[in-house]
């Protein structure tokens, strides 16, 4: 049954495009159940009857605190009282007779209104408490007050809304939490990567700062992935928003193998080249690549993505997403829209616009006006749009004293006091301001009007639709809905959009006249055409313009996007995905148990893989890390591996702590032992010969490869040879291996890494780890298994077919490949399995600061 429509509504429907129809665009964004128990989508006919419960319960939301979403414009005349608010831009505007006095009158009421840059523009009464204050003592809310909350978000917006709270302190008695600084969760993804996805660089810093603002940046995301799992139920999809969560798909990935999520980045994202500049780099890589589709505003933004997880982390990938974690991540595109119906009825059909554009065609009578809203911020072009508009005036000189510039810069949201370059950038502003208004302005005609502050709705719907041209000279931008918003304004005005190249929203507004920002005279010359463009071509402009915002809108975004993740999970299957190691799970439990059993691959896990197998020698952080981990009493530590006795007895023999595998298990060595156990000595070994003549044969005919002749196991390496013809020459010598010797004996044929090696099929890793795993199981609580090809695969399934519960239990494949594992978890080289292992020995490194941070509880002073 279709909802009626309002009067409104139905002269909205007849009016504009069908896209823009009521029926269409009227569904709530997010279902729920309201506080009497009905459905969020369908209003009941008859509501007068409301239960007492409901009745007091909103009597005690209107007492308590109230909480607007809709913060980010000033507020309306009459929603505050006559000491809060001395009123509004427009109104002290209207009666000024220059741009001077219109500037001065703006300031004068910024000076009263003081605004509080670190969060939503709010104004501020006089008579309370300083901000500063009130962060100085913090801000104490109990259980009540957060509940009460919880009913008002559900109450006010149709769905269920969850606030995830950020305290500073929590008081556990009382349970009461304590807000002091809530900046502090904001700093790493304001200042580390939105000025780097923006192609900005920070100054060198001694790093201090950096670790506390990347610390608590993973304890926000691991707090979100908290309250996310409080309500999470099986089957439920999870879509994740922009840069301040991007280690939120890993972390819910972690907690539930199966989850279903979608992740949307709302900014650029910047090539391979600046990207590789983020301290953070692989952390940040690994934490979005949890999700099942990640989706971008423009295709070189995911171009640029895919191509960062393949140079930083190895991943395969391709224009259609990345494989990673035994998994395919889908990497898509969707330009993002805005809510065209709710756009257009605040701008045409509210009076308080109407007076506006009034006031403001009054005061620029006879003038063309070039309308620009920009943040404050060096990468929306602010400078660049003013440079132009000055070379502007100085090659077309007819317009001089009939084009004005209005140009409104909001604070932006990375801006503080404390930030010189900030301070500086918005000097330089004033500056070139001034310097244009005093070289080509008069005592009756100021060309710029620059206004740094916020606006009214009603004001800023004024001039997008009095503007005779909309200017965007943004240097790099992700979802600009500046340019959107305009040309719903302009419906009937028909004013040429002028965009950068550089916004995300280029590649949408094709019609648009587009510019490069740095390229003043480019921006001149353009403003020139779009103020001499014909009727006839503004108004063909503005109605594809027009079309493609209202019909590709955030209601079409949002099915785009679902359809193609649905699309997506059908066609990928993710259960045998792999998500990367959660160090603040492994830290806790080695932490808790009483008893720890370590086993660890050598090649390709605690060393690299090189092309010589006798070069990767341990190196010295290696042998110290170990010889720490090792020297605990409560670990049983064990090196199982390929490599023959002499190998491991040479580099690893004087740890007398270290256990010692040798020949994927044919030998060991325990703790404090000098003497090996050869397991497979009753073996028939006849088979030696067969397989030797194999791989003699193979080796003659393959350049670059050898034999490597182990007490038990025979090797063949092609790791020097073509990686093509090695691969070819691999496989062939595998078929007749198990053609002719693996028929006649009890023997198996293994692929590793550019090599294959045949040994007894009774004896492998497997076995060592039923075997070390039965000897400790006495207060056993923790066992950590770390390998990187086929063979540790024998491990992983002892390790999953063992009683012990799997808290306990961490198998850790290493390495890359996107291959399919029985391991648990996943690390990407080795330098990571000796960061961990460094983690649990207490030496703290960059990449583990946020876990260390959530068990311990601060962020250590080291650097």
């Avoid at 991540?329 to 330009?335: H, N, R, S, T």
């Avoid at 005779?468 to 304004?489: K, Q």
């Avoid at 040798?662 to 156990?677: D, K, L, N, Q, V």
Wanted: charged share 25%; aromatic share 10%.
């Amino acid at each position: 049954m279709s909802t009626p429509q309002s009067p409104e509504d139905e002269e909205l429907s007849r009016s504009t495009h069908p896209a823009l129809d009521p029926s269409v665009t009227n569904v709530p964004v997010t279902p729920g159940i309201s506080l009497a128990g009905r459905s969020a989508y369908i209003e009941p006919e008859d509501v007068r009857e409301e239960s007492e419960a409901v009745q007091n319960s909103e009597r005690e939301l209107r007492d308590g605190p109230q909480w607007n979403a809709n913060s980010y414009f000033a507020s309306k005349p009459g929603e505050l009282g006559e000491d809060e608010r001395a009123g509004s831009p427009s109104e002290l505007a209207r009666g000024a007779r220059s741009g001077e006095e219109l500037l001065r009158r703006l300031t004068s009421l910024s000076n009263m209104l003081p605004i509080n840059k670190a969060s939503a523009p709010i104004p501020i009464n006089s008579k309370e408490k300083p901000l500063a204050a009130m962060a100085a003592e913090g801000i104490r809310i109990p259980a009540s007050d957060r509940e009460r909350l919880n009913r008002q978000l559900e109450r006010d917006h149709g769905g269920r809304v969850v606030p995830v709270w950020l305290p500073d302190e929590y008081e556990e008695e009382s349970d009461t939490i304590i807000i002091k600084d809530q900046s502090r969760w904001r700093k790493y993804a304001d200042r580390e990567l939105y000025p780097l996805f923006h192609y900005k660089q920070n100054e060198p810093a001694d790093g201090r700062a950096g670790r506390k603002w990347w610390a608590d940046y993973y304890k926000m995301n691991k707090l979100f992935a908290d309250r996310i799992l409080e309500i999470y139920k099986p089957g439920d999809i999870v879509l994740i928003h922009d840069y301040y969560l991007l280690l939120l798909p890993s972390l819910l990935r972690q907690r539930i193998p199966h989850v279903y999520i979608g992740f949307f980045l709302h900014i650029p994202f910047p090539s391979s080249e600046f990207y590789r500049c983020l301290s953070r780099r692989k952390e940040v890589l690994e934490g979005v690549l949890g999700a099942n589709m990640i989706g971008f505003q423009s295709y070189s933004y995911s171009r640029h993505f895919s191509s960062c997880c393949t140079r930083i982390l190895s991943f395969d990938s391709s224009s259609a997403g990345v494989d990673a974690y035994g998994a395919h991540i889908a990497v898509d595109v969707f330009p993002i829209g805005i809510n065209a119906a709710a756009t257009q009825h605040a701008a045409f059909k509210d009076p308080a616009v109407a007076d506006k554009i009034t006031g403001i065609r009054e005061l620029y009578a006879g003038k063309k006006i070039i309308v620009g809203r920009d943040r404050l911020d060096s990468v929306r072009g602010v400078y660049q749009k003013l440079q132009a508009f000055e070379l502007f005036l100085e090659k077309y000189p007819a317009w001089r004293e009939n084009v004005v510039l209005i140009q409104i810069t909001s604070p932006a949201t990375q801006y503080t006091e404390s930030d010189e370059d900030d301070i500086k950038f918005v000097n330089k502003i004033a500056d070139l301001v001034a310097k244009i208004n005093g070289t080509y302005g008069s005592l009756s005609f100021t060309p710029i009007q620059h206004f740094p502050q916020y606006l009214s709705r009603e004001e800023y719907f004024a001039l997008l639709r009095v503007a005779d041209i909309g200017l965007i000279t943004t240097v790099r931008d992700g979802m600009n809905t500046s340019s959107l918003e305009y040309v719903i304004c302009q419906k009937d005005n028909c004013g040429p959009l002028i965009l950068s190249e550089f916004s995300g929203t280029a590649g949408s507004l094709g019609k648009a006249i587009h510019v490069n920002p740095w390229d003043l005279g480019g921006v001149a010359d353009a403003l020139d055409r779009a103020l001499t463009m014909p009727d006839d071509e503004r108004q063909e402009m503005e109605a594809t313009l027009y079309k493609h915002v209202v019909t590709n809108n955030v209601q079409a975004w949002t099915n785009n996007y679902m359809r193609r993740l649905l699309t997506n999970l059908s066609s990928f299957d993710q259960s045998a995905a792999t998500p990367a190691l959660d160090r603040t799970k492994l830290l806790l439990q080695y932490r808790q148990a009483k008893r720890r059993l370590f086993m660890f691959d050598y090649d390709g896990t605690l060393t690299p893989i090189v092309k010589d197998p006798q070069a990767a020698i341990p190196s010295d952080r290696v042998i110290r890390t170990l010889k720490t981990l090792a020297a605990d009493p409560s670990n049983a530590v064990w090196i199982i591996s390929g490599r023959d006795q002499a190998f491991l007895d040479e580099w690893m023999g004087h740890i007398n702590s270290l256990g010692l595998s040798a020949e994927h298990g044919c030998f060991i060595r325990p703790p404090g032992a000098t003497e090996w156990e050869n397991l497979a000595e009753k073996s028939d070994m006849s088979w030696q010969t067969d397989v030797l003549n194999t791989f003699q044969y193979y080796t003659e005919r393959t350049q670059g490869s050898f034999i490597e002749r182990k007490k038990v196991a025979l090797t063949w390496h092609y790791r020097r040879a073509d990686p093509e013809y090695g691969a070819f020459q691999a496989r062939e010598c595998q078929k007749r291996l198990e053609e002719t010797v693996a028929r006649r004996y009890d023997v198996e044929v293994m692929t590793g890494k550019a090599n294959l090696e045949v040994r007894p099929r009774f004896v492998n890793k497997g076995e060592i780890a039923k075997r070390l795993v039965n000897e400790y199981a006495n207060d056993l609580q923790f066992v950590l298994c770390l390998g990187d090809d086929f063979t540790d695969e024998d491990m992983f399934r002892a390790l999953r077919n063992c009683k012990l519960s799997d808290d306990y239990i961490f198998s850790v494949t290493v390495g890359a490949s996107s291959k399919q594992t029985l391991a648990s978890w996943h690390l990407l080289e080795p330098g990571d399995v000796l960061s961990i292992i460094s983690l649990l020995n207490g030496n703290t490194d960059a990449g583990n600061v946020g876990a260390f941070s959530i068990v311990e509880g601060h962020v250590p002073d080291t650097r």
